[in-house]
């Protein structure tokens, strides 16, 4: 006789469950889950109640969580907010911190009863990563892709290549895409594809993203020449963009070679100040960035970054 598949199987409606309810059947015993509505005053008192013996609260992980709620990109995605055997919340804390500072409620999904001596196996799984999320929405070049935008939001915050102070959801990633234009990503990966060691091969992408915003040709000869070098037999178009071109592959290849290697934010900021050189007609005898000297911006680039390309 065939097994009845949905035997058991019940549809989950989201009901509003406030503290007292939730209280109960923490403390029931019962193996058992429920898709609820939370309030940020009963996120509150969980928190304070029945969150002993929990990780400490990362400040930066409920701050990135309070800007997707706030942008409105937090939705229900089944992820749980588990509880143990012990009425304590085993997995879930942050969303809860979130919510706690919050004004409007979410939905989540509840579980109840987990065995407590299986805390350590809870979130050890590897978490999904920007390119993760990219491949799976179908999108090519995906960890590339990634590695570019990041590097594009930190010009737009004005300090290009200071990855390590950068906040942004996969949401955020899938939002920033479609801003830029994925053609356009793409296309400057391309161009970019088997840069030579002397520098980053997806800040390279982002750089010609940049460049390509003000003069398409120009940034593709640019980017040929700084990875290249003057080829012997080639004409190029202009004589002062093969010369700025020229010096900052020299700067890069003297910084690979050094015994300390630079920030990317210094890495970066030659890179603009060649192109800028190159731009204004005045090319600089000497490619640097000084400790205290802001990132320079594009010259040639005005308004927000994937508009008008």
Not at 35 to 56: C, I, K, V, Y
Not at 75 to 80: D, P, S
């Amino acid at each position: 006789m065939a097994v009845d598949c949905y035997s058991g199987v019940q549809d989950l409606n989201a009901v509003a469950l406030v503290y007292d309810d939730i209280c109960e059947l923490a403390h029931s015993g019962r193996s058992c889950v429920a898709r609820a509505w939370l309030s940020p005053e009963t996120a509150q008192r969980l928190l304070s109640f029945h969150n002993a013996n929990n990780r400490p609260i990362r400040p930066s992980k409920v701050k990135s969580l309070k800007e997707q709620h706030s942008a409105g990109k937090f939705v229900y995605n089944g992820e749980t907010i588990t509880f143990g055997t012990d009425g304590n919340i085993m997995n879930g804390q942050h969303r809860l911190a979130m919510l706690a500072e919050s004004e409007s409620p979410i939905e989540v999904l509840l579980v109840f009863g987990v065995p407590v001596d299986v805390f350590a196996s809870i979130d050890t799984g590897a978490p999904r990563s920007a390119g993760d999320v990219l491949a799976c929405d179908g999108y090519s070049y995906w960890n590339q892709k990634a590695a570019v935008m990041r590097y594009l939001h930190t010009y737009e915050a004005g300090s290009m290549g200071a990855i390590g102070s950068l906040r942004m959801s996969n949401a955020d990633f899938l939002d920033s895409l479609e801003r830029y234009g994925d053609a356009k990503v793409e296309r400057s990966i391309v161009v970019c594809a088997g840069f030579s060691r002397i520098t980053r091969p997806s800040l390279a992408a982002a750089l010609h993203y940049l460049f390509a915003t003000v003069d398409d040709a120009a940034a593709d000869e640019f980017i040929e020449i700084v990875k290249d070098g003057i080829l012997v037999g080639r004409r190029y178009s202009d004589r002062l963009m093969a010369e700025a071109a020229s010096q900052l592959r020299a700067t890069l290849t003297n910084f690979v070679m050094g015994s300390r290697r630079p920030f990317q934010t210094t890495v970066a900021g030659v890179w603009i100040k060649a192109w800028n050189g190159y731009r204004t007609g005045k090319v600089p005898k000497i490619l640097a960035l000084k400790s205290n000297e802001p990132s320079p911006s594009v010259h040639g680039l005005e308004g927000p970054l994937g508009q008008g390309r």
